[in-house]
């Protein structure tokens, strides 16, 4: 089965994933790189708007501005390094499982559910676990 999302369902599924999961992927040996410039723009952007600057908050914005983050691989010789962008995120969200996709919707995900959503992003497919 195929799912087709909009950009913002996409968008908000993948900050859910990274709220529930982000901190997961440092146990494959992927560490979150980005700009601390960007990343103090995006913050101050959201301060201004009145909304709030969760960490995952600001690297969404983070992404609406433009910017990138990359996932650095610590332990295989960079192999498994990504970078992903907002149009990343609406091109790869979507090729995560469907069940998966389904339990993030309907709100029955968990860490588990956000991992696979996050490597469906980074790597097309699930690499770990």
């Known amino acids: ?53 969760c960490f995952e908050e600001v690297l969404m914005e983070m992404l609406c501005q ?4 990359t996932f650095v691989d610590l332990e295989c010789d960079g192999e498994y390094t990504r970078t992903v962008t907002l149009n990343d995120v609406h091109e790869r969200v979507q090729l995560a499982p469907a069940s998966r996709l389904i339990e993030m919707v309907d709100g029955e995900d968990d860490a588990d559910t956000a991992d696979i959503i ?9 690499i770990f676990g």
């Open 1 to 53: 089965m195929k799912i087709q999302l909009t950009k913002e369902e996409s968008e908000k599924i993948f900050f859910d994933a990274m709220c529930n999961g982000l901190s997961y992927l440092s146990g494959y040996g992927i560490q979150l790189v980005y700009s601390k410039e960007a990343y103090q723009l995006s913050k101050k952007t959201l301060s201004h708007q009145n909304k709030g600057t």
């Open 118 to 126: 996050l490597q469906s992003v980074l790597y097309g497919e699930v």
């Open 66 to 69: 433009g910017s990138e983050i």
